[in-house]
Every structure is written in structure tokens, then in C-alpha cells.
T-cell receptor, first 117, second 109 residues
Framework: DTGVSQNPRHKITKRGQNVTFRCDPISEHNRLYWYRQTLGQGPEFLTYFQNEAQLEKSRLLSDRFSAERPKGSFSTLEIQRTEQGDSAMYLC???????????????FGPGTRLTVL | GIQVEQSPPDLILQEGANSTLRCNFSDSVNNLQWFHQNPWGQLINLFYIPSGTKQNGRLSATTVATERYSLLYISSSQTTDSGVYFCAVEYVSWGKLQFGAGTQVVVTP
């Protein structure tokens, strides 16, 4: 078990460009979360997948953001027409919960740091 | 939504000192996690502690769910303990974590 991985680790882009990040969760974890963290703040929830279904989205996730988790394995987060306000650390987490079991410890990847110039 | 407050916001310790970090939350929660964020941004799991007391080496944590708070104890602090400590609570069934603003800890030699 190698933990949650994210790529790329760093991304510098110009305003208006599209970017895509990838998250590979811990194998067999059925739940996957995306969070965003800006400087000096705690992470904030963006969206949640259970297997391949995207079940929750935060109001922080504008129309320029889209996330997918095909086949319930890795996930991608795309930001279209990036803005300077999108500069942040994007964190992915995964967990495994079965029905009737409340255990849901989330494990985080190293994050992708996005800088929009 | 639920409010999560951490105190103190900043803590400077001399190596070898003990400290207590506090996390208060405004509503009932399903679960609670403590994390340490290292200088590279990686969130490291410290404790998964919806209630009760747990210990892991020099660290221990206590959650009193009925009174809506959790404490993280650091004993005999080391410079490697420096970083930001986050408390995060899960208050909805599908697991969204609500984080506090963190406690920035600096341990000096």
C-alpha cells in the first residue's frame, strides 16, 4: 500500500489556461474527496465520490471546475480558464467505509500546488 | 454548518517542553481526526478519535464528544514536531471533513 498519490506536485500556469490534476487513492478505497487549501487556512471540501459516482459538490466548485472518477479508481480535477484566485494547494483524500460501519478515516495525498500567474 | 475552533493559533516551545492543543466544535460529530501538516504540505494522520483517549509515542489525544472538544498533547517536544496541527470533524454521513484553522507550532532547540 503506497498511500494516496497526486500528480503533478506543482503546476504553474498563466491566467486563462486549463489545468488538470490527477489523484490515485489507496487501492480498494471506495470514497474519494477533493479539498482546497489556501495560505494560512485549513483545507476546505470541494467534492466527494463514492466509487465512480460524484455525490456531493461544494459551492466553492464553480462551473469552471469539473471532477471525474471513471471506473471508481483514480480521479481527475480540471479547472478551465484559470484565475489568480484559483492559486492554492489541491488535496485529495481517500477512505473506505462499508455499510453499517462508521469508521471513515481519511488519508491525504501530498497535494498539487497550483500557481496562476 | 459546524464551527471548529482551534487554540492557541500559535505556539512556540523550547525542545523538551510539553504542550496541549485544543479543538472545540459546535455540534455533534461522527468522527474526529488530528493531522500534522509538514513544511511540504503533506497532511499526516495522527489520531482518528471520535471519543476516548489514544496514545502514540509522545503524542496523545482525548475527545469528549458530549462536551464537544478534543485535546492533543505533545510531550517532550522535538524540533521535528514543528508544523501546523489541524483538527477536523466529520458531521455528515458521507464523510466530509470540516477543518479548524490550525495551530502553528514552532519548537526551538
Amino acid at each position: 500500500d503506497t498511500g494516496v498519490s497526486q500528480n503533478p506536485r506543482h503546476k504553474i500556469t498563466k491566467r486563462g489556461q486549463n489545468v488538470t490534476f490527477r489523484c490515485d487513492p489507496i487501492s480498494e478505497h471506495n470514497r474519494l474527496y477533493w479539498y482546497r487549501q489556501t495560505l494560512g487556512q485549513g483545507p476546505e471540501f470541494l467534492t466527494y465520490f463514492q466509487n465512480e459516482a460524484q455525490l456531493e459538490k461544494s459551492r466553492l466548485l464553480s462551473d469552471r471546475f469539473s471532477a471525474e472518477r471513471p471506473k471508481g479508481s483514480f480521479s481527475t480535477l480540471e479547472i478551465q480558464r484559470t484565475e489568480q484566485g484559483d492559486s492554492a494547494m489541491y488535496l485529495c483524500a481517500s477512505s473506505s467505509r462499508d455499510r453499517g460501519n462508521l469508521y471513515n478515516e481519511q488519508f491525504f495525498g501530498p497535494g498539487t500546488r497550483l500557481t496562476v500567474l | 454548518g459546524i464551527q471548529v475552533e482551534q487554540s492557541p493559533p500559535d505556539l512556540i516551545l523550547q525542545e523538551g517542553a510539553n504542550s496541549t492543543l485544543r479543538c472545540n466544535f459546535s455540534d455533534s460529530v461522527n468522527n474526529l481526526q488530528w493531522f500534522h501538516q509538514n513544511p511540504w504540505g503533506q497532511l499526516i494522520n495522527l489520531f482518528y478519535i471520535p471519543s476516548g483517549t489514544k496514545q502514540n509515542g509522545r503524542l496523545s489525544a482525548t475527545t469528549v464528544a458530549t462536551e464537544r472538544y478534543s485535546l492533543l498533547y505533545i510531550s517532550s517536544s522535538q524540533t521535528t514536531d514543528s508544523g501546523v496541527y489541524f483538527c477536523a470533524v466529520e458531521y455528515v454521513s458521507w464523510g466530509k471533513l470540516q477543518f479548524g484553522a490550525g495551530t502553528q507550532v514552532v519548537v526551538t532547540p
